[in-house]
């Protein structure tokens, strides 16, 4: 069975600075896909961002970028020039590459980010 | 907006009660799951339909049940309601039943069991 562990219940960082959370995750899979999800305070289930096994390049998307470690099973997320409104809870997901179980996404236990001006 | 639709976003019910949740997948997806989030068990995948079809399910108990409708739409029956059920319930949907294609989030359900 898979399982998705986020070490930091709780993290501040200061407006505009850098801050990186942690996920590592267990599995025999070869073939899987990891998210981050952003839940603020609304709780609406907001993607940040993916990225493929298969692929060594690390994902970015804008100030949110991934350090994937496979071989470590790291998957760790860094958020650059921290805003106000990344204040948030942050989910990392796993999911595996199978027909049977494409929909089961498992959650690490979540990281609750506050930024502060 | 993620374009998935849930209804109703907060609902009130006393145990023992049956209770009816509705969904609208993005225009599109094929897929829909249902997730449910609480204080003590996290964030758990419950079940998922592909056009119609049973794909996955997850730890959904035996008084929840799902279906998806030929027009897409997707409603997850609780009954026999616990005070325990209390919890907020996602709908998501993807657009394909392929591993790999990414899933969003509707505002979810709130149910309080009084």
């Known amino acids: 069975a898979q399982t998705v562990t986020q070490s930091q219940p709780e993290m501040s960082v200061q407006e505009a600075e850098t801050v990186t959370l942690s996920c590592t995750y267990d599995?025999?899979?070869?073939?899987?896909?990891l998210f981050w999800y952003k839940q603020p305070p609304s709780r609406q289930m907001i993607l940040v961002i993916r990225q493929e096994a298969y692929k060594q390049q690390n994902a970015t998307e804008n100030r949110f970028s991934v350090n994937f470690q496979k071989a470590a099973k790291s998957f760790s997320l860094k958020i650059s020039d921290s805003q106000l409104g990344d204040t948030a809870m942050y989910f990392c997901?796993?999911?595996?590459?199978?027909?049977?179980?494409?929909?089961?996404?498992?959650f690490g236990k979540g990281t609750k980010l506050s930024v502060k001006p | 907006d993620s374009g998935v639709t849930q209804t109703p976003k907060h609902l009130i019910t006393a145990t023992g009660q049956r209770v009816t949740l509705r969904c609208s997948p993005r225009s599109g997806d094929l897929s829909v799951y249902w997730y449910q989030q609480s204080l003590d068990q996290g964030l758990q995948f419950l079940i998922q339909?592909?056009?119609?079809?049973?794909?996955a399910k997850g730890n959904i108990l035996e008084r929840f049940s799902a279906q998806q409708f030929p027009d897409l739409h997707s409603e997850l029956n609780l009954s026999s309601l616990e005070l325990g059920d209390s919890a907020l319930y996602f709908c998501?949907?993807?657009?394909?039943?392929?591993?790999?294609?990414?899933?969003?989030f509707g505002e979810g359900s709130w149910l309080t069991v009084v």
């Open positions: 998501a949907s993807s657009a394909g039943g392929a591993g790999g294609n990414t899933i969003y």
């Open positions: 339909y592909y056009n119609g079809e049973e794909r």
């Open positions: 599995t025999s899979e070869n073939n899987y896909y």
């Open positions: 997901a796993f999911m595996k590459h199978s027909r049977g179980s494409q929909g089961n996404l498992i």
